[in-house]
């Protein structure tokens, strides 16, 4: 009866998605499930069932709800069954870490994926209690696994979630692993293809917080001045958010290891929740999720404010400078650390910094004053890490440092992706070198400016509706682009290939004043991305010249 009221709600749907509907509604899928399907308008399954929710080079993201294109446990376990069956194709003994974050559903997705693996014959190594993205990197490689997954969905709203996966040398997929992994989610068709077992199989470990302190071991050496940091640490006053997320498990633990025991909370905040009730969207690049940070900035007179989004691998930090409380973009915090890092390193003749072709170019000019290379990858955490793997390997280059321009950096190579728990603390350890000089990071990112000229920065992001009819608009934007590129400029088109590296979907206008324009589809939401970047002898040119450019192009 059910499905005959269904299809007469459907009459003029689309065959492929009456075909969709109907498999879930008469297959092995909970009850629950078959009654939200039921509840849902003829919008509102076509949004859920117009397509598979695609395994991109990032894993899964999407909005959490019933249906193929969406966030669940079904949708989860089928990709976990496609991990699991790339995985048995390599040699040795399996095991894969999972760990989560304090969304909905996060823990919850990470049992099922636990489930999965055991289920094919993987040791599953699930975390006790949420954690941080780059604690989850780090451990992929700590405890030997082939592989880990993280269940987050980065900064994005509540309404999503997602499914990272790490390969064995604790950086995200890269190929061919990415494509080998993706190709057999994509086998998978039906639910029925899945195996599962009990939470209390053999195969599935509990991990408590054994791997708590070989991270803060790990991270202790990266100290510049750590006798400085535990005699003088406590004089710079933190106050730090972790914006409802994983960030308070692990970045309060850090910082007092490296002496930096001066820390405020921001209390409405800190406890971790999947609706993040006090932000819209719990991303510190936004001034609405520092505002209560900045707040509590000024009533306890501290130093700077640190927050981390819910996955705690980006990092915002904003500085009290001559009274005022000042946010530091991602490449402004990328360049101050840069220079400290070259200023203050015994550097190897083979060192390089890494970072993304849309960050910023200041970092080219730090690492040619300190005759190191600066080492440019595609948009995406998971290119710098594959660098790092790639010259342990090679010896080509020693990393220094890793720096992309939405707020992710990466000292060491504790771990293979951003980390905002290292960045913490040696942005506090920078933070204590300029107060002992009587200086701020606002004072010393004017000193890098004196030495190097003025950069700067600004994005632009331009959203879409979701689901086809957005990625069909931002298609034909980037074809008339290709087609009919902007005059007074050169353009280099990467879905070409530019020097070594991958095909990617991005176009870089430059022009002959070193400004630079990149236009790039958002991989994980429905946006196009404009990145521009102007270098003049003033802040004022650079601003004018900032505008200009974004004035210069109408995406919609």
């Known amino acids: 009866m059910r499905k005959i009221v269904f299809f007469d709600t459907v009459l003029f749907m689309d065959g492929e998605i009456k075909k969709r509907v109907d498999t879930w509604l008469n297959g092995p899928y909970d009850s629950e499930t078959k009654e939200e399907i039921l509840k849902l308008s003829p919008q509102e399954l076509q949004d859920a069932f117009y397509t598979d929710l695609s395994f991109g080079t990032a894993g899964l993201r999407g909005i959490m709800g019933v249906g193929t294109t969406r966030m669940n446990i079904y949708t989860v376990t089928m990709a976990t069954q496609g991990l699991s069956n790339y995985i048995l194709k390599q040699k040795g003994q399996h095991r894969v870490l999972i760990g989560y974050d304090s969304r909905h559903n996060s823990l919850l997705f990470a049992q099922k994926t636990a489930q999965v693996l055991a289920a094919n014959g993987i040791e599953a190594l699930l975390l006790k209690e949420l954690r941080p993205v780059p604690f989850v990197s780090f451990g992929t490689r700590y405890r030997k696994c082939t592989a880990g997954v993280m269940i987050t969905a980065s900064h994005n709203p509540k309404e999503y979630n997602g499914y990272k996966v790490y390969w064995s040398d604790g950086a995200q997929i890269v190929p061919p692993h990415d494509i080998g992994i993706m190709e057999e989610v994509r086998a998978i068709k039906d639910f029925s293809e899945v195996k599962l077992v009990r939470l209390s199989h053999p195969n599935i470990h509990i991990i408590n917080g054994e791997l708590d302190e070989a991270y803060i071991n790990a991270i202790r050496p990266l100290q510049h001045f750590p006798e400085d940091n535990k005699k003088e640490g406590s004089s710079v006053k933190i106050v730090y958010t972790s914006l409802h997320g994983t960030g308070i498990t692990m970045v309060p633990k850090a910082l007092n290891d490296w002496g930096f025991t001066?820390?405020?909370?921001?209390?409405?905040?800190?406890?971790?929740?999947?609706?993040?009730?006090?932000?819209?969207?719990?991303?510190?690049?936004?001034?609405?999720?520092?505002?209560?940070?900045?707040?509590?900035?000024?009533?306890?007179?501290?130093?700077?404010?640190?927050?981390?989004?819910?996955?705690?691998?980006?990092?915002?930090?904003?500085?009290?400078?001559?009274?005022?409380?000042?946010?530091?973009?991602g490449n402004e915090m990328a360049s101050i650390c840069a220079e400290f890092i070259c200023e203050n390193t015994k550097l190897p003749s083979n060192g390089a910094i890494v970072t993304t072709i849309v960050s910023t170019e200041i970092l080219k000019a730090v690492a040619k004053a300190h005759n190191v290379a600066c080492v440019e990858v595609l948009t995406g955490f998971k290119y710098i890490g594959e660098k790092i793997h790639i010259w342990e390997q090679t010896k080509e280059y020693t990393f220094l440092f890793g720096a992309e321009e939405s707020y992710g950096c990466l000292l060491g190579t504790v771990a293979r992706d951003k980390d905002s728990i290292v960045a913490a603390c040696l942005i506090s350890e920078i933070t204590l070198h300029a107060k002992k000089q009587g200086l701020t990071l606002i004072d010393l990112l004017n000193q890098i400016y004196k030495k190097y000229g003025f950069y700067r920065e600004k994005q632009v992001s331009l959203s879409f509706p979701a689901g086809e009819e957005g990625m069909t608009k931002i298609s034909a934007i980037m074809d008339k682009l290709r087609k009919s590129p902007l005059k007074d400029a050169t353009c280099e088109d990467y879905q070409k290939g530019i020097r070594d590296l991958p095909p990617s979907n991005v176009l870089i206008f430059r022009f002959q004043d070193d400004a630079k324009l990149i236009i790039r589809p958002s991989g994980t939401e429905p946006k196009i991305k404009l990145y521009v970047s102007a270098h003049g002898t003033s802040e004022k040119a650079c601003d004018d010249r900032l505008e200009e450019l974004v004035k210069c192009i109408d995406l919609h």
């Open 262 to 329: 001066s820390i405020s909370y921001v209390e409405e905040q800190i406890k971790p929740d999947g609706d993040f009730p006090t932000v819209k969207f719990p991303n510190p690049e936004y001034k609405e999720a520092t505002a209560l940070g900045i707040e509590y900035l000024d009533k306890t007179g501290s130093d700077i404010l640190i927050a981390t989004d819910p996955d705690a691998d980006r990092i915002g930090i904003v500085v009290k400078h001559q009274g005022k409380a000042v946010a530091l973009t």
